[in-house]
T-cell receptor, first 111, second 112 residues
Framework: LAKTTQPISMDSYEGQEVNITCSHN???????ITWYQQFPSQGPRFIIQ???TKVTNEVASLFIPADRKSSTLSLPRVSLSDTAVYYC????????????FGSGTQLTVLP | ETGVTQTPRHLVMGMTNKKSLKCEQH?????MYWYKQSAKKPLELMFV???????ENNSVPSRFSPECPNSSHLFLHLHTLQPEDSALYLC???????????FGPGTRLLVL
């Protein structure tokens, strides 16, 4: 499984766009990139998944450069309720044994 | 509501007790997972059951015993736990183990 590196924490203000970058230098050819959101004492919630270029849904956008060694989760116009931990998960082409969530990024949205 | 339910939501048990956590998914998925999340730590994969493989994290102590009687139900049997086993235990399911996962609300376990 591709090891991922994310910032430990980020602060933002309400109404701003937030970009969280995940590095995954040894991503495999068949690996997808998946992002989850987790609130305290709850299970993670799927946000978005992509393979290359750009994916957008009603919640977020995911930007993946051509070399796929990193990805950026973009949250438009965040609100206080977006305060959560965001996890980047890479590597769905190997074995289930290698499924690993990293440390995630604690996003704090300030008023 | 993700379609994955867990019971009980909270559990307090002594070190000599035996208890079981239950997970049920109503999504028609073929893979189910148990994760452990200790305070302010990342999720730790404990077990995976799918049509393709069954995976056990070798670092999980034998006092945790999974059971998957069918693709919709997953149990985690607990016996002679230690205080350091206190954590949030999360169940998840996905179409197959490569798919993105739907998580249940978790069971908050306290071992006294």
């Amino acid at each position: 499984l591709a090891k991922t590196t994310q910032p430990i924490s980020m602060d933002s203000y309400e109404g701003q766009e937030v970009n969280i970058t995940c590095s995954h230098n040894n991503i495999a050819t068949n690996d997808y990139i998946t992002w989850y959101q987790q609130f305290p004492s709850q299970g993670p919630r799927f946000i978005i998944q992509g393979y290359k270029t750009k994916v957008t849904n009603e919640v977020a956008s995911l930007f993946i450069p051509a070399d796929r060694k990193s990805s950026t989760l973009s949250l438009p116009r965040v609100s206080l309720s977006d305060t959560a931990v965001y996890y980047c998960l890479v590597g769905l082409s190997g074995s289930a044994r290698q499924l690993t969530f990293g440390s995630g990024t604690q996003l704090t949205v300030l008023p | 509501e993700t379609g994955v339910t867990q019971t009980p939501r909270h559990l307090v048990m002594g070190m000599t007790n035996k208890k079981s956590l239950k997970c049920e998914q109503h999504l028609g998925h073929n893979a189910m997972y148990w994760y452990k999340q200790s305070a302010k730590k990342p999720l730790e994969l404990m077990f995976v059951y799918s049509l393709e493989e069954r995976v056990e994290n070798n670092s999980v102590p034998s006092r945790f015993s999974p059971e998957c009687p069918n693709s919709s139900h997953l149990f985690l049997h607990l016996h002679t736990l230690q205080p350091e086993d206190s954590a949030l235990y999360l169940c998840a399911s996905s179409q197959d183990w490569r798919g993105f996962q739907y998580f249940g609300p978790g069971t908050r376990l306290l071992v006294l």
